[in-house]
């Protein structure tokens, strides 16, 4: 087993390709190991503060959103127009052009699953994979960053503490977009292309929500939920009868396990760092994940980065400490309203009813947009303060 590299890099979703685009572009040796055929079940949305940070170019982009549509229990319905726009990305295209970004770096890629880690007697990692063309291979390495998704392998065997992390399923169906001088209508009203749709509504999730959002040529309807037992399937054939969708051409199916919150430690204290899903760096509430597993995976780069250079094993907490320190207090923040707004169709109705408030919508869309807490607008926060106040003690009326 002569080949070694710097850094393996297992899963090529966009934490892992970020983070190996990144280690390569410093001329670090890297494995990015991926999975053949795996596509995650994502509504696709990223905010201009990704493209920006991440140099997405624009015809990556299927469709630019201007609105979103929050649809409430009773079916009432409150639009949140936006300054600018969200893009719209294919996962299976995304991540791929991220994958090549890496490769195009100086990154070595390679198609197989991760089997096992463990070490040579000189104390350095090997890592073994399954590949479908040469079957079970091996490779050593100075660190190894592990990207490979929810109830990550990697995790699993290198970070103790990982296991307890709770998961949201969350499930949805591609279909084919209505054509714009035929569009639709549901109970949402008429289909728009340049709008995404939320649906708050128990019926559809108990614990979190259905989501149609649209991609130029096919849209994602889907819902999610971590209650056993609940059918998602038969969440998302309601859902897609509630948006007009119900008799659209279904292209694919996907389903995955979604992170709750991040993991409690990311490192293995010696050469391992996970990064993305493996992480847990999923927003609450709103299941957001793309932005912050990029980030995460440009945190894990410069951690692994710091401990190449130095051999210092503590330099791979700086991962999770960085992540934390630039977005835990929004998690935190999304964690308290899930938990509250999301329990009942009761609350689920008022908090429809507060995003109709337009300092809500300024202040959600100024910290959607650019990922930070907006700390500008002190009257605008203790405003919204006194109505939510309001419409939880009954003073105002759903």
Not at 20 to 28: I, Q, V
């Amino acid at each position: 087993m002569s080949e070694i590299f710097d850094v393996v890099v297992i899963g090529g979703g966009p934490s892992g390709a970020t983070a190996a685009a990144d280690l390569a572009a410093k001329g670090r040796s890297v494995l990015l190991l991926d999975r053949a055929g795996r596509i995650k079940p994502c509504g696709g949305a990223i905010p201009p503060a990704l493209i920006r940070e991440f140099d997405i170019p624009d015809d990556l982009l299927v469709a630019r959103v201007t609105s979103a549509r929050m649809v409430s229990p009773a079916a009432r319905q409150v639009d949140m127009p936006i300054d600018g726009y969200v893009g719209m990305i294919d996962r299976d295209v995304f991540d791929e052009w991220l994958r090549a970004r890496a490769e195009a770096a100086g990154a070595t890629r390679r198609t197989g699953s991760f089997e096992r880690f463990e070490r040579g007697e000189d104390g350095v990692a090997i890592i073994h994979y399954q590949s479908a063309e040469t079957g079970t291979q091996s490779v050593r390495a100075r660190a190894v960053i592990g990207a490979d998704g929810a109830k990550s392998a990697v995790a699993k065997q290198c970070v103790p503490g990982t296991e307890k992390i709770r998961y949201v399923f969350a499930y949805h169906e591609i279909v084919r977009s209505p054509p714009a001088d035929a569009p639709t209508t549901g109970t949402a009203g008429t289909f728009d292309g340049s709008r995404c749709d939320v649906y708050y509504q128990g019926r559809l999730s108990p614990d979190f929500y259905g989501w149609v959002f649209p991609h130029g040529e096919t849209t994602s309807v889907g819902s999610g939920s971590a209650r056993k037992g609940f059918s998602l399937r038969r969440s998302v054939a309601s859902l897609r009868q509630s948006a007009g969708l119900d008799g659209a051409e279904t292209i694919r199916r996907e389903g995955a396990p979604i992170p709750m919150r991040p993991a409690p430690r990311w490192d293995n204290g010696r050469d391992v760092v996970l990064a993305g899903d493996a992480a847990g760096v999923v927003a609450p509430a709103s299941g957001e994940g793309i932005y912050y597993a990029m980030a995460g995976g440009r945190f894990a780069a410069e951690a692994v980065e710091q401990f190449c250079a130095t051999g210092d094993p503590a330099a791979l907490r700086a991962a999770r400490r960085r992540f934390m320190k630039a977005h835990g207090r929004v998690f935190w923040i999304l964690g308290m309203m899930q938990w509250f707004w999301y329990s009942s169709d009761k609350r689920r109705e008022k908090f429809v009813s507060i995003c109709r408030d337009p300092d809500v919508q300024t202040l959600t869309w100024d910290a959607y947009m650019n990922k930070q807490l907006v700390r500008a607008k002190p009257i605008a926060h203790v405003r919204i303060f006194f109505k939510d106040l309001a419409h939880l003690v009954g003073l105002r009326a759903a």
